[in-house]
């Protein structure tokens, strides 16, 4: 069975930073491309970055030069450390397969940036 466990998140003053971790069970993320994604009230869920099996990674512009998304495929867990937050950063983060999603989703993890 699929899962992703998200944690990390919290609240935070503008200019803050967070790291987010996600740790995926029932398959192995080592050959696949891995994506964090978030959702903001009253939006779309939106890929924000995304690492290839080989680490080549792509970003949302909004967040270029900020978030760093790294892999660890010992542990099976995905990262995002996140700088210089903002608040159109606060969302509920999430991690799944970059591009086609798995149909599993996990809880999340809530960022909350202060103005």
């Known amino acids: 069975q699929v899962q992703f466990v998200e944690s990390g998140g919290g609240l935070v003053q503008a200019g803050g930073s967070l790291r987010l971790s996600c740790a995926a069970s029932?398959?192995?993320?080592?050959?696949?491309?891995m994506g964090w994604y978030r959702q903001a009230p009253g939006k779309q869920r939106e890929l924000v970055a995304q690492?290839?099996?080989?680490?080549?990674?792509n970003y949302l512009d909004s967040v270029k030069g900020r978030f760093t998304i790294s892999r660890d495929n010992a542990k099976n867990t995905v990262y995002l450390q996140m700088n210089s937050l903002k608040p159109e950063d606060t969302a509920a983060y999430y991690c799944?397969?970059?591009?086609?999603?798995?149909?599993?989703w996990g809880q999340g993890t809530q960022v909350l940036v202060s103005s």
């Open positions: 799944n397969r970059g591009g086609v999603a798995l149909p599993s």
């Open positions: 029932g398959f192995r993320i080592s050959g696949i491309s």
């Open positions: 690492i290839a099996p080989i680490g080549i990674t």
